[in-house]
């Protein structure tokens, strides 16, 4: 038993699976982030085809709060199938983890590569010289898109496979979303453009590497096809929503995330998700 599973850190914590897990809670928090997510590609295309622009901080807030939810969405979800009461130091650790690796490449190039995340992306702060801009969401949003994988990918791969099948479902997701991140969004800029959709191939391999040492920390996760079904639509409505912004605006590069929304779509209409460690273990 690891110190995230054992009684004086769980006994800080009520049992989150009893808590969080109810169909209404869940069912909320995933309608909060498809309405949010919604109106904020809505607007975008709006405002690209009209000219007409809300004020500048509405859209902080919408896509602020569309963060907000998904995170939210994703803790609950984990949250009942880790061991008893580890959820929070776990999504902590995945927050922390890639927080660190975010400060070590803006500061150092390494290992994605150097960027610069820019103010468009709000609220946010000037954290140094080195560092430049860094996003307050920006934790939460990674912890959205690996824990979605994870979820994913643990009801059908079991064992060391599941790290590196985590790790690759994030870089995959990470990349098709770099086209729009970086063209009509605006969120951050590499100091010189990659061959894959804009980014280099560290950045890739960053994620790569990142993702697997997320599928470390949240390795305990419970197979379970109702926490797979979900996490599979939030991918979806992020993906959706970035071919639609990204093609609204002319920047085709983004049709790329067709390829994986493709695959999900058809996992989410065949209902295929098996349980590789047979626990025969239903949803909370």
Known sequence: MSFLDSASFADRFPTHSNLCDTGAVRFSWHAAFVFVTVVAVAGAIVARHTGVRPPYWLGSAVGFAAILAGATWIFVLLSARLPARSAPLRAIGVCFVT???ELCSLAYGAPFGRYRYTELWQPGF???EAIGWFPIALPLAWFILSGACALLVRSRVSGRWFLVATG???AVVDAVLEPVMIGPVG?????TAGPLLGAPWSNFLGWLVTGTVVAVILEPLRPDPRGTR????LLVTVLVGSVVVGVGHGTYDAAWG???LALLLTLLATGRHSDPDRTGASGA
Do not use: C, I
């Open 230 to 233: 979900e996490a599979t639509l």
């Open 168 to 170: 690759l479902a994030f």
């Open 187 to 191: 969120f951050w800029r590499w100091d």
């Open 258 to 260: 067709l390829v994986p």
């Open 99 to 101: 927080t660190v690796l």
């Open 126 to 128: 000037q954290a140094s």
